[in-house]
């Protein structure tokens, strides 16, 4: 008999405040409910703003699908911190497994996702030729990129910012997700949909799982583009703040039905 493959942990987040937590993998009409119910608690049943929940159900219902079609894992949509104010945020979690070969190293897979996204920006004409893995640190540096350890894992984190009227860095983007091996790269639902009228942030998080040859996608983004300093200070945090479970296989999935 074969040996049952052990999937790869997860990592789950202590939040602050409250998080609308997507249901990415239900079907499309259990999708449509979950996001009817979460604009109406939002927004009332007020008939004047009966024409902002429509437009906010078809932007988280266009996120959603583009989060299924990437790989997404998880999604979740921030309501209010924990003193009750709103901060436009959305945090993605992408599974990359098996993208950056089969060294569970973390200094090779870091290696990997930097020359990965080297790659990316030179395809895209967004930077110079792709060189040695030397070039490929230092043109991630001079883009604002930093690396940090957590716990065994190292951590690459990388800022994209869009002002107003973003348009053509938003399908740049979206072309880029599609030649980057280091995953997508779009900003969440309440940060991406409102791009072309506010300054919006998205802080994507590479992190390598412990003692195996994958990496996660983290990618938190927010329209508060002016409060980057902040913003980035509580993206961090979260990642900090964020500790890997075990993903239940599937015995135990079917032992949990019973």
Known sequence: MAAQQVPA??????????????????????????????????????????????????????????????????MHVSES???????ASTLTEYALPGVFGTNPAPEVLADRVVGGLSSAAAATG?????????????????????????????VLRRVVRRGPDAADEAAAARQETET?????????PDAASEASTVESLTADYWITVPGRPDVVLVSLSSVLGPLE?????????????????????????????R
């Open 229 to 257: 300093p902040l913003m980035l200070e509580l993206f961090d945090r979260i990642i900090a703040a964020a500790s890997w479970r075990s993903a239940r296989s599937l015995r135990d999935e079917l032992t949990a039905a």
């Open 126 to 154: 967004a930077g110079g030729a792709a060189g040695s893995a030397a070039d490929a640190w230092a043109a991630f540096a001079a883009a604002g990129g930093v690396a940090f350890s957590k716990g065994e894992s190292i």
């Open 81 to 87: 911190n924990d003193g009750g104010i709103a901060f």
């Open 9 to 74: 942990p997860r990592l789950e987040f202590a939040l602050p405040g409250a998080w609308w937590q997507a249901p990415l993998e239900a079907d499309p009409d259990t999708r449509a409910q979950a996001i009817a119910a979460f604009v109406r608690d939002r927004y009332g049943r007020r008939d004047d703003l009966a024409r902002t929940r429509a437009e906010h159900r078809a932007r988280l219902a266009r996120s959603l699908d583009e989060a299924v079609r990437a790989g997404a894992v998880a």
């Open 180 to 188: 980057n091996p280091g995953g997508p790269a779009e900003a969440g």
